[in-house]
């Protein structure tokens, strides 16, 4: 299993298990509160300021960034998405900052990741 299906097994775990801050506001606060183990950052990011004040945060509570190129793929993993009856997504919503609160049961994934 490689880093990215491990990723995307570990987000959507912690989607169902109400483990998940997506944005600004709710990663900061997950991650200033201690209750974040894993943060993940957007590439595609156009607000430095943003990237910056999260990294930050990260360093200072020890919280491992990682990094991923698109929002649209890591929005569909994070459940920002609406499923239609042939069961594709559709309108994804894209977002630069997710923060792991808790991720449910161990996986497989979830060793992969940390």
């Known amino acids: 299993m490689d880093l990215r299906t491990a990723l995307q097994s570990v987000m959507k775990k912690a989607a169902t ?9 709710d990663g900061a606060k997950a991650i200033a509160q201690h209750v ?14 943003y990237v910056k004040l999260i990294e930050a945060l990260c360093v200072e509570h020890n919280v491992h960034p990682i990094t991923v190129p698109v929002s649209k793929i ?3 993993w994070a ?8 069961g ?4 994804v919503v894209g977002c630069s ?4 609160k808790d991720h449910g049961a161990e996986l497989e ?3 992969i990741v940390k």
Do not use: P, Y
């Not at 974040?36 to 300021?49: G, K, R």
């Open 97 to 100: 900052c997710h923060v792991i």
């Open 74 to 76: 890591v929005g569909e």
């Open 36 to 49: 974040a183990a894993l943060c993940i950052l957007v590439e595609d990011c156009d607000q430095s300021d």
């Open 17 to 25: 298990h109400d483990g998940l801050a997506n944005g600004l506001c």
């Open 109 to 111: 994934g979830s060793n």
């Open 88 to 91: 594709r997504a559709r309108k």
């Open 79 to 86: 459940g920002l998405r609406r499923v239609i009856a042939e």
